[in-house]
């Protein structure tokens, strides 16, 4: 689906133990997983999902002050880098040179007032953005110039426009947007799907999953959207299911398809837990997955078990051809450069991580920031010298250093 992101689920384990790679029914890939023992468990490497690293340095300017990490949006289009937070900025992706601001922020008709989504159509040079509270998305070019708006109305579904306030977008481009529900039992659903699949301009569903929570609504059944998650990789959209252990692939021409069934066995979360008042202590032992990233090779999960202030993360490898799952910390070394180390896997998503500067880190935590492999380890021994140049040339006042991941696809 051209630009339709990907959702994403995790989990992990110690050792390595083959589970099978042919899933149940129509999906290819069959996933057991289980809550390892999280304290012995070791980082993932970079290399198991990137084959190589670039690094762009942004350039600060009076009209262009980033936070130190940038913004909560980085996407790359072919030369371009677009960094949205409460602006959209747009770099060159090889020299990091600010070229202008696309758009402006304001409650005017061709401004934007808060960013809740943005999608990049590198072939149309246009930028779809959807402006949380507006029932519209506007459409900028790569010039920074406004081009329209498309309606959300959801005219041709009275279903969707009834119950519009209780579904959440996942992505979109200007044709066709992914939406999934609100964790709420069947029988008091305001309509009958977890995950649809809707044509914006000729204003139909063209593909949904049912929703199957049994029991009856209560307060608590609302608060638990962690238990869903997405994100694009390589041009897919992936949606974990809560209801039914299954990880969709999301396509406008092939619809909603099974891609994995994921059994977490008696570790899953029960409905009658997400419907009770002692949810907080029955969450206790249970397995829940909050991301993931899918490549040529593998699949890894990021998850979590418990809730706050107990909760405790990892992530688990699901290696395609063998079927073998590993466990890991929630955190990724950087084997490739030795430079910094991924906070877990979210920006495997475009492959864009903004570099800590050293002197952001306390020295406490610094191995879990910064690599630790010494150059015998590393795939690009010579590009670790490089990395200590740029970060010592580095200013409090520069804009961010990204990483750019060249991810295997």
Same mark, same amino acid.
């Given at each position: ?80 880098? %677009?960094? !949205? ?7 060159? +992706?090889?020299? #990091?040179?600010? &070229?202008? /601001?696309?758009? *402006? ?36 070019? %790569?010039? !920074? ?7 959300? +109305?959801?005219? #041709?579904?009275? &279903?969707? /426009?009834?119950? *519009? ?245």
């Amino acid at each position: 689906m051209n630009k339709l992101l990907v959702l994403l689920s995790w989990t992990v384990m110690l050792s390595c133990s083959h589970q099978g790679h042919k899933a149940e029914g129509d999906a290819p890939y069959y996933i057991k997983l289980t809550i390892p023992y999280i304290s012995a468990l070791k980082p993932l490497l970079l290399s198991d999902v990137a084959d190589s690293i670039e690094y762009v340095q942004l350039e600060a300017t009076d009209d262009c002050l980033l936070p130190r990490q940038g913004g909560t949006r980085k996407h790359l289009a072919g030369d371009y880098l %677009f960094i !949205g937070g409460d602006l959209i900025y747009k770099f060159d +992706a090889t020299t #990091g040179k600010y &070229l202008c /601001t696309i758009g *402006s922020r304001g409650q005017g008709p061709e401004e934007y007032a808060s960013i809740q989504r943005l999608s990049i159509l590198e072939d149309r040079q246009i930028i779809v953005i959807r402006d949380a509270g507006r029932e519209y998305l506007t459409v900028f070019g %790569f010039d !920074g110039r406004y081009q329209g708006r498309i309606p959300l +109305a959801f005219k #041709g579904d009275s &279903l969707l /426009t009834k119950c *519009s306030g209780l579904l959440r977008l996942i992505d979109f481009d200007d044709q066709y947007a992914a939406y999934y529900s609100f964790i709420t039992p069947a029988s008091n659903a305001c309509q009958p799907n977890e995950l649809i699949l809707y044509d914006n301009k000729n204003e139909k569903i063209i593909a949904a999953v049912p929703n199957t929570l049994g029991g009856t609504y209560v307060d608590f059944a609302i608060k638990f959207p962690v238990l869903m998650s997405g994100s694009l990789q390589d041009n897919a959209l992936y949606y974990k299911s809560f209801y039914n252990d299954t990880l969709y692939v999301i396509g406008k021409d092939t619809g909603i398809n099974p891609f994995a069934v994921i059994n977490l066995g008696d570790k899953k979360v029960p409905d009658e837990v997400l419907l009770s008042k002692n949810w907080h202590a029955l969450m206790k032992g249970k397995l829940m997955i909050s991301n993931i990233h899918v490549n040529r090779d593998c699949i890894v999960f990021e998850c979590f078990t418990g809730w706050a202030p107990d909760t405790e993360y990892f992530l688990c490898k699901y290696d395609k051809a063998t079927g073998d799952v590993t466990y890991h910390s929630n955190y990724v070394i950087n084997d490739l450069d030795g430079g910094g180390n991924l906070a877990g896997i979210y920006d495997l998503a475009n492959g864009i991580v903004p570099v800590y500067m050293h002197s952001d880190i306390k020295e406490i935590i610094k191995e879990r920031y910064f690599s630790s492999a010494d150059k015998s380890q590393l795939k690009y021994p010579d590009m670790k010298e490089a990395f200590e140049q740029m970060q010592q040339t580095r200013d409090e006042d520069d804009n961010p250093l990204l990483m750019i991941l060249k991810l295997k696809k």
